[in-house]
């Protein structure tokens, strides 16, 4: 998830109460009752309701994660909220798998697959589009960001395109072996690339050159670390619970507008993947393009290496149907996207042009999911 910046960039705890800022905790607080009365069931009005006390538990839970984070310091930071932010996207996408609705065996893969499109084409772009405006071309460390599109390229290949060339099952799906072997690859690359970014190679991460550091954000106290780690369970409950009571609700729309249940993957991606977009967007405005890269990559990273295997054991142990690879479509976006950013993000310099192509790729990606 989030990767290590020399920029003390991760938030601190503001001054509030438990010194948290009030609406992270306002929002999972809210959330109990909400839960309990199941609002969701009362009509339109309660399923608006639901829908914003979710976004805002989402985001509170993401919150309360990086002021843990930040507590406890890398390595184990980046763990917690990559942990943390897997437990929310893994929630959402087992509790629409159980709802039964549509084809939710692939539903994991639809989610996955939307979240790396987002991040390589929508945040990058956004990112590399902001910033070209405001400070013209820019810099960052060739070799880290190198190293991470090597681990996410081999990541993509094995959870999202092997499946449908393995003959021990039928279809795009993995035979149980293979798919706990996947999972046990996935957590091994994730691991050590954590392990690189954070510990080994830790300059590979930073800004190069002649980009001035920011002063590091004082690190929260011992109380406020824990007060945050007790309001982020109680919001990773409070998500579980109003996904899995909203999940019919939001298939039931999707397939009433006539839209393919691809559509899901996308929304639950857009969600989970909200805070880590606007904290990359303000970097890149701020001239942080290394830490706006960090940010999406190591989201992307966690995204299968973790997501992958979590939704692997749940579907082994549930007996869930589970289909991983892409069709052609898919399969061909997400191959130009691997591709463009390669070469986008190869020389250690980028222009608003960059920005324009990857931004352009995200809306093809859209405007063929909408319309197959």
């Given at each position: 998830?989030?990767?290590?910046?020399?920029?003390?960039?991760?938030?601190?705890?503001?001054k509030?109460?438990?010194?948290?800022?009030?609406?992270?905790?306002?929002?999972?607080?809210?959330?109990?009752?909400?839960?309990?009365?199941?609002?969701?069931?009362?009509?339109?009005?309660?399923?608006?309701?639901?829908?914003?006390?979710?976004?805002?538990?989402?985001?509170?839970a993401v919150?309360?994660?990086?002021?843990?984070?930040?507590?406890?310091?890398?390595p184990?930071?980046?763990l917690?909220?990559?942990?943390?932010?897997?437990?929310?996207?893994?929630?959402?996408?087992?509790s629409?798998?159980?709802?039964?609705?549509?084809?939710?065996?692939?539903?994991?893969?639809?989610?996955?697959?939307?979240?790396?499109?987002?991040?390589?084409?929508?945040?990058?772009?956004?990112?590399?589009?902001?910033?070209?405006?405001?400070?013209?071309?820019?810099?960052?460390?060739?070799?880290?960001?190198?190293?991470?599109?090597?681990?996410?390229?081999?990541?993509?290949?094995?959870?999202?395109?092997?499946?449908?060339?393995?003959?021990?099952?039928?279809?795009?799906?993995?035979?149980?072996?293979?798919?706990?072997?996947?999972?046990i690859?996935?957590?091994?690359?994730?691991?050590?690339?954590?392990?690189?970014?954070?510990?080994?190679?830790?300059?590979?991460?930073?800004?190069?050159?002649?980009?001035?550091?920011?002063?590091?954000?004082?690190?929260?106290?011992?109380?406020?670390?824990?007060?945050?780690?007790?309001?982020?369970?109680?919001?990773?409950v409070?998500?579980?619970?109003?996904?899995?009571?909203?999940?019919?609700?939001?298939?039931?729309?999707?397939?009433?507008?006539?839209?393919?249940?691809?559509?899901?993957?996308?929304?639950?991606?857009?969600?989970?993947?909200?805070?880590?977009?606007?904290?990359?967007?303000?970097?890149?405005?701020?001239?942080?393009?290394?830490?706006?890269?960090?940010?999406?990559?190591?989201?992307?990273?966690?995204?299968?290496?973790?997501?992958?295997?979590?939704?692997?054991?749940?579907?082994?142990?549930l007996?869930?149907?589970?289909?991983?690879?892409?069709?052609?479509?898919?399969?061909?976006?997400l191959?130009?996207?691997?591709?463009?950013?390669?070469?986008?993000?190869?020389?250690?310099?980028?222009?608003?042009?960059?920005?324009?192509?990857?931004?352009?790729?995200?809306?093809?990606?859209?405007?063929?999911?909408?319309?197959?």
């Open positions: 998830m989030t990767v290590v910046t020399d920029e003390g960039n991760t938030p601190h705890a503001a509030g109460w438990m010194g948290l800022p009030l609406w992270s905790i306002l929002f999972p607080v809210i959330g109990v009752p909400t839960v309990l009365a199941s609002v969701y069931t009362m009509g339109t009005i309660g399923t608006i309701v639901a829908t914003i006390v979710l976004i805002g538990s989402v985001v509170a919150h309360q994660a990086e002021v843990v984070a930040h507590r406890v310091g890398e184990f930071g980046t917690v909220l990559a942990v943390a932010v897997t437990v929310i996207e893994v929630s959402l996408i087992v629409l798998m159980l709802s039964g609705s549509g084809d939710v065996a692939a539903l994991a893969r639809d989610t996955v697959f939307a979240a790396i499109m987002i991040i390589l084409n929508f945040i990058i772009g956004l990112c590399l589009l902001t910033g070209g405006i405001r400070h013209g071309e820019q810099r960052f460390t060739l070799r880290g960001i190198s190293a991470a599109l090597a681990t996410l390229a081999a990541l993509v290949v094995l959870s999202l395109i092997l499946p449908n060339y393995t003959t021990s099952a039928a279809g795009p799906t993995y035979a149980p072996s293979q798919l706990i072997f996947v999972a690859v996935s957590l091994v690359l994730y691991g050590t690339f954590v392990l690189v970014q954070t510990v080994r190679h830790r300059d590979y991460f930073l800004p190069a050159g002649d980009v001035e550091p920011e002063e590091h954000a004082a690190p929260p106290t011992d109380r406020t670390a824990w007060n945050a780690f007790g309001v982020l369970l109680l919001a990773l409070v998500v579980v619970m109003l996904a899995k009571g909203l999940s019919v609700t939001v298939e039931e729309a999707i397939l009433a507008a006539g839209l393919p249940l691809a559509i899901v993957g996308v929304v639950i991606a857009a969600l989970v993947l909200a805070p880590e977009s606007l904290a990359a967007y303000n970097a890149a405005r701020r001239d942080r393009l290394q830490t706006s890269l960090n940010l999406a990559l190591g989201s992307a990273l966690a995204t299968i290496g973790l997501t992958i295997p979590a939704v692997a054991i749940v579907s082994l142990v007996g869930l149907p589970l289909a991983l690879g892409i069709g052609a479509k898919a399969m061909t976006l191959a130009l996207s691997l591709f463009v950013t390669t070469i986008s993000l190869g020389t250690g310099r980028t222009t608003i042009l960059q920005g324009v192509v990857h931004l352009v790729i995200f809306a093809a990606y859209l405007f063929t999911t909408v319309i197959p």
